[in-house]
């Protein structure tokens, strides 16, 4: 396993296997903002194969995997490594038929099916939010509230592969992205807004304190975003949620967010 | 190039009015998925080789900006 140490250096890796068969098969194209991202936090890699290239994307306890492989390749073998591999499609109404291939292709390979996320949306200026409780104040997250938060964050996913690391988290504060639900100095709940461009923002790491589960904090995080991005100027906000998660999606369904036919299946090989 | 472009990208989103709208990125009319969408086809009708290092926002913001891209890569 070798490191990619350069946007330019993943550029031509990824050429080379063109060159090599003409045209390739992939799960998803990084853009050169994440591969970067990927690099500055030193956690992209690759292993040359027979018929292509695996890139590494080296999370806490699995790694996430993007293959470039050639089309006609019936199998592919993938061996065990010492974490488990995830490897990620995102599939919507103008998804391109290599995407597929390579999905049929994955599945083949002995992966399974780890989770399905669906994206929603909501136009916000078609909304009438309604008002929040005044049990709550909502603030900009920064330094004082990390602790809780993070503590939050570790409860969300089994393999903690989406808390950001300290640099990222001291970013988010910095660029007001990290939206907080308060009474007196306790974090009651959290979330990420984060630009996607002038019109559009999306949603990250929602957490709930788990003492106040099931108290409305998780709406009333909804409707502090939907405040900030109108705010902002914003003319819609997307989040991705699990497909299982009723409770989520019927929370922000009754806020107007709709199912906008994106969705993103991660595929697991386990160790 | 220029017809067959717009061509392209009508097949893609037909939602977008793309002759006038010159903020396709910056606005969210585009957004990733098309771009990996539109790599695979551009490369093909125009005999070019678009990589990760092309998939930037400015590239892709207008078609002017796209006809740009191609000439670019056919030099």
Same mark, same amino acid.
């Given at each position: 396993m070798e490191s990619v140490d350069t946007v330019q250096q993943y550029a031509e890796l990824t050429k080379a296997v063109k060159k090599k068969y003409g045209s390739y098969l992939y799960n998803a194209m990084l853009m050169p903002s994440q591969v970067s991202q990927f690099i500055g936090e030193s956690k992209l890699?690759?292993?040359?194969?027979?018929?292509?290239?695996?890139?590494?994307? @080296?999370e806490k306890?699995?790694?996430?995997?993007?293959?470039?492989?050639k089309e006609d390749v019936d199998t592919m073998e993938v061996e065990k490594m010492n974490k488990p591999l995830i490897v990620e499609f995102v599939?919507? @109404?103008r998804t391109i038929v290599p995407v597929e291939q390579m999905e049929h292709r994955i599945r083949q390979a002995n992966f399974e099916l780890y989770v399905e996320n669906i994206r929603t949306v909501v136009e916000l200026d078609q909304q009438v939010l309604p008002e929040r409780t005044s049990d709550f104040f909502i603030t900009w997250a920064g330094s004082s509230e990390k602790e809780q938060i993070y503590s939050m964050w570790e409860q969300l996913d089994p393999y903690d592969s989406i808390i950001p690391r300290e640099k990222v988290y001291d970013k988010m504060g910095e660029d007001k992205e990290l939206l907080c639900l308060k009474r007196g100095n306790t974090v009651c709940g959290a979330l990420r807004l984060k630009e996607e461009n002038k019109n559009t923002g999306s949603i990250?790491?929602?957490?709930?304190n788990p003492s106040m589960q099931g108290a409305g904090v998780g709406r009333q995080l909804y409707v502090a975003a939907m405040e900030a991005g109108i705010k902002r100027g914003y003319k819609r906000l997307w989040q991705w949620a699990d497909r299982k998660n009723q409770r989520v999606l019927k929370t922000v369904g009754q806020l107007g967010f709709i199912f906008d036919g994106t969705v993103s299946r991660e595929y697991i090989l386990t160790q | 190039m220029r017809e067959k472009l717009i061509e392209i990208l009508a097949d893609l989103r037909p939602d977008i009015d793309f002759e006038n709208n010159k903020e396709l990125i910056d606005?969210?009319?585009l957004e990733s998925l098309d771009i990996v969408a539109l790599v695979g086809e551009m490369n093909d009708e125009f005999d070019?080789?678009?990589?990760?290092?092309?998939?930037?926002?400015?590239n892709f913001n207008s078609v002017e900006a796209m006809i740009a891209l191609i000439e670019e890569l056919q030099e």
């Open positions: 890699y690759y292993i040359p194969r027979e018929e292509g290239i695996l890139f590494l994307c @080296n306890d699995f790694y996430k995997g993007y293959f470039f492989i599939i919507s @109404n990250w790491l929602v957490a709930v | 606005n969210g009319d070019i080789d678009i990589t990760v290092e092309h998939l930037l926002p400015e």
